[in-house]
């Protein structure tokens, strides 16, 4: 199964992006991460990646969600991860990745917390 990726627009410069198959190393890494890069050249400042349909992830996946992150923090803009199965999560642990990278139970939990980051102060 290759990876595959599906990208939900939304309002306010955001979309769910939802990822289906094994997110390793490979030519269906790279046409994902054309996909994410083209999705953020497009001018998305928010993203959220439903892991759901992902078991498996490699350290090449894993790249590719820290590298997403650093360029979205660095244009000011937030990635937030949701729906991550209970391998990937360990991964997330394991790596204390899931230090620096927000990682929400359900889509719509990282909907709202999107939502209230960008709430006047």
């Given at each position: 199964?290759?990876?595959?990726?599906?990208?939900?627009?939304?309002?306010?410069?955001?979309a769910v992006i939802a990822f289906s198959g094994p997110m390793t190393l490979g030519s269906?890494?790279?046409?994902?991460?054309?996909?994410?890069?083209?999705?953020?050249?497009?001018?998305?400042?928010?993203?959220?990646?439903?892991?759901?349909?992902?078991?498996?992830?490699?350290?090449?996946?894993?790249?590719?969600?820290?590298?997403?992150?650093?360029?979205?923090?660095?244009?000011?803009?937030?990635?937030?991860?949701?729906?991550?199965q209970p391998r990937l999560r360990a991964m997330l642990h394991t790596t204390k990745t899931?230090?620096?990278?927000?990682?929400?139970?359900?889509?719509?939990?990282?909907?709202?917390?999107?939502?209230?980051?960008?709430?006047?102060?």
């Open positions: 199964m290759l990876l595959e990726a599906r990208i939900e627009p939304l309002p306010d410069r955001t269906s890494l790279k046409v994902v991460d054309a996909q994410v890069q083209s999705a953020l050249a497009d001018g998305l400042a928010c993203l959220i990646f439903d892991m759901s349909g992902v078991e498996y992830v490699d350290s090449a996946g894993l790249g590719l969600l820290v590298h997403t992150f650093g360029l979205l923090n660095g244009k000011g803009g937030a990635l937030r991860i949701c729906c991550v899931d230090t620096i990278l927000a990682v929400d139970a359900t889509r719509e939990e990282s909907l709202a917390a999107l939502k209230k980051s960008r709430a006047p102060v």
